[in-house]
Every structure is written in structure tokens, then in C-alpha cells.
């Protein structure tokens, strides 16, 4: 494929082979997808693949992986990578590029068997449902070298190894690391990692990465936190504060210790979500200790509080969306959903006896009003929105959440 120049080359069987086809399409106008496409004789008596003259041998056994992503919606890490390949075989390296056929990786494995049956497993499948199609060739590559541990290259042998300054090629002589390549898909089966599809929405809603200290990859779905004042939580407050990380299933108030409780998310990805930016947040003058939980899950009964068919979660649509808006407490939130007709004053009135309000902003964005509001501290803010969140003011049922934006 020719893509710059919208051209194709294509090498038939035989000469007499090219000649039928053209005088065919000599007296019949192809087109494809209602394009009108055109056919002449090539100057090249021969096309070899990129596989044959560059990093790829076709179907002799390696080590080495020379893998091609098609039709990539989501983008692709080396975590992700990780994740579908190490089930077949200890992964030594990764090293992700970009080249003219698209978005690819080369996967070192410990031994060739590990490389066969991986490519035997996976060729054609998808990551993820309907997209992210894997094209698996063998590499000729005898050994790959892995200067940089980062979000596209990893030497899993040395974990030791620097992370890559910005503006650096990744990996010389592999390919240039850059935007991802989409191509049409062909509803291959999917390898089935349903955490990792929250993994990829939010990287996409990032800008092409997880946040740092954000793996993707956990699946414990249930938090612990501590250090709550137990004389103003509750259920519904744990859930204003969690349910901005996604969507809650239920919450557990432990009796016996009544500065702690259990969260239980709705995958594990999300929950991951929850501990990396709530760790330390300060909350009714205490301190939140967020911790993953020993219990797979949350046991229902007449202590637990249930969240999961709740119209209040988040995360039930476009949630690309809200994970774009994950972040640490700040000092500044965001509030949606408010009434056409409502006031700067009204907001204030409403949300005053938190704290001190330092600055408010009222706009309106695709014809609906929404308002920014500054607190003194970060702390005054996070107990707005746990105490305000899904209430009524003008007869709307209000959103909050934290703003990244550092001032009005």
C-alpha cells in the first residue's frame, strides 16, 4: 500500500495472470468503497514485504515477534503488550515504533517456543472487542536493544534502566515512536482483557499514556479506607468522592471499626484510579488512608449500602469522557447540570457554609450552564463535593467535580 499517494501494488501469480486482470478492467470501471480506481502496469517485476527486507522473516521460528496493530482505536503501551503476550512465555523486551504499515512492536521472548505459541494463539485476534487487530510475523532479529524503560520500550531482564527524556527517538533503528494508525478491522475475536479497555479509554483521554503510577493492569476491584472521622461519613459521602474515579457497586461502613470502610468499584482499573489520587487526601481534618483490599469483593447485606444501578454513577456513558477528568483534590471544582436561570449569588448561598469561597465563575458551554468555584483549600473543596454533590439547587440535581484548571 502506497498511502500517501492513495496507491496499491499488486502482484499476480503469473504474467498472463496481470495481463487478463488488466484487459478485464479495461472494459469494466472498478471501484472500491464508490471511489473509481484506476489499473496500469507497474515498473517493478517483484514486491517483497517489509517483513522480508526489513525486521520480519514470515513463518521461521524466532524468539523475537514482529508484531503489526490494526484498526487501533485505543492506544497501545508496553504494559498492554505485556499483558496479552506473557501468558504464552517469559517476555524479555518490548520495543513499540511507528512505521508506514502502522503502530508496531517487537516482543523478545525468553525462547522460541514461547514466540510460537504465542503467534499460534494470537494472530488475528483483537485486544480489544471489534479493534486493535493483531498481525504477528516472526522478526529476523537475533537480540533486541532496549536503551529506555518507559510507556514504548522495556527490558523486563533489567528493570534498572533509565526512562526516556521527552524529544528523544526511543529505540534508533527501530522506527520512530509517534501517533497511532488506524486501519480498517476484520471482527476478529477479541483476546479478552475487559480491565484493560477502561485502561485504554482513559490513555486515549490522556493524550496517548496512563498517568504516571497508573499500570492498567490491576484487577482487585474492592479499596480500603481509613482514617475516616466517623462523626461525618457516610455511605452516600464515600460514594460523591469515589463515584468521580467510577462507578461504584456498593459500600461497606465497618462496624467494629468505625473509621474504616470498603469501596467496591466497578473493575479494577478504576479502583486503581481511586487509590493513586485519593491516597492522602485530607478529608473532615483527617488524613485518607486508600488502600487496595484483601476482599475480592464486597458481600451484600443489610450493612451494605448498594450503588450499582445508581443513575448517579459517573461512568455509565462516555466514560472516555469523565476519565479525563481524574485527578488528586484540588482547590477548585466544577459544577454541571445546574438550572438555566441560576445566579453566581445562588451558588455561593449554596455552597458557602463548607468554606471560604476565594472566586466563582458562571458560563455556559453547548447552551448549558456550568460554574467554576475556588476554594481556600483543597480540603474545603473535597468537602464540597462529597456534602453538595447530587443535590438540589433550582430544582436540578447538581454535578460536582474537581477542576485541574489552577485559577479562574
Do not use: W
Not at 125 to 149: A, H, K, M, T
Not at 210 to 237: H, M, Q
Not at 309 to 321: E, P, Y
Amino acid at each position: 500500500m502506497l498511502r500517501a499517494k492513495n496507491q496499491a501494488l499488486i502482484q499476480m501469480q503469473d504474467t498472463p495472470a496481470a495481463v487478463s486482470a488488466l484487459q478485464f478492467y479495461g472494459n469494466v470501471q472498478p471501484a472500491i468503497r464508490g471511489r473509481n480506481v484506476y489499473v496500469q502496469f507497474s515498473s517493478h517485476q517483484e514486491l517483497t514485504t517489509m517483513y522480508q527486507n526489513a525486521q520480519g522473516r514470515g513463518d521461521e521460528p524466532n524468539r523475537i515477534l514482529l508484531v503489526t496493530i490494526h484498526h487501533m482505536l485505543y492506544p497501545i503501551t508496553v504494559e498492554v503488550l505485556h499483558q496479552v503476550f506473557f501468558p504464552h512465555g517469559f517476555v524479555e523486551k518490548i520495543v513499540t515504533f511507528q512505521k508506514s504499515a502502522g503502530f508496531q512492536a517487537l516482543i523478545q521472548y525468553q525462547s522460541r517456543q514461547s514466540a510460537v505459541a504465542a503467534r499460534t494463539a494470537l494472530q488475528g485476534r483483537n485486544i480489544y472487542d471489534g479493534c486493535c487487530q493483531l498481525d504477528i510475523q516472526f522478526s529476523n532479529l537475533d537480540e533486541l536493544q532496549v536503551n529506555y524503560n518507559n510507556e514504548r520500550s522495556r527490558d523486563f531482564t533489567n528493570p534498572n534502566l533509565p526512562s526516556e527524556q521527552k524529544g528523544r527517538s526511543p529505540q534508533p533503528g527501530y522506527g520512530d515512536a509517534g501517533g497511532v494508525y488506524g486501519l480498517q478491522g476484520t471482527g476478529a475475536r477479541a483476546v479478552g482483557f475487559p480491565q484493560m479497555a477502561n485502561a485504554a479509554a482513559i490513555a486515549a483521554a490522556f493524550g496517548g499514556g496512563l498517568p504516571p503510577g497508573i499500570s492498567g493492569t490491576n484487577d482487585r476491584c474492592t479499596v480500603l479506607v481509613s482514617n475516616l472521622n466517623p462523626d461525618k461519613i457516610d455511605e452516600d459521602k464515600l460514594f460523591n468522592l469515589f463515584s468521580i474515579y467510577g462507578n461504584i457497586v456498593r459500600i461497606k461502613l465497618l462496624r467494629n471499626k468505625p473509621d474504616h470502610a470498603l469501596v467496591q468499584m466497578g473493575d479494577g482499573f478504576q479502583s486503581e484510579l481511586a487509590v493513586h489520587f485519593l491516597k492522602g487526601a485530607i478529608l473532615f481534618g483527617k488524613r485518607l488512608e486508600v488502600n487496595f483490599s484483601k476482599h475480592p469483593n464486597i458481600t451484600q447485606g443489610a450493612d451494605t449500602h448498594e450503588y450499582m444501578n445508581s443513575n448517579l454513577n459517573r461512568f455509565n456513558r462516555n466514560a472516555a469522557k469523565n476519565y479525563r477528568y481524574c485527578c488528586s483534590p484540588t482547590k477548585m471544582i466544577h459544577l454541571s447540570s445546574l438550572p438555566q436561570e441560576v445566579t453566581e449569588e445562588e451558588i455561593v448561598n449554596h455552597l458557602e457554609e463548607i468554606g471560604t469561597i476565594v472566586n466563582t465563575k458562571l458560563f455556559e458551554m453547548n447552551g448549558k450552564k456550568q460554574a467554576l468555584v475556588l476554594f481556600e483549600t483543597e480540603e474545603q473543596a473535597t468537602e464540597a463535593l462529597v456534602c453538595k454533590h447530587a443535590t438540589s439547587l433550582g430544582g436540578s440535581i447538581i454535578r460536582i467535580s474537581f477542576s485541574q484548571l489552577q485559577g479562574i
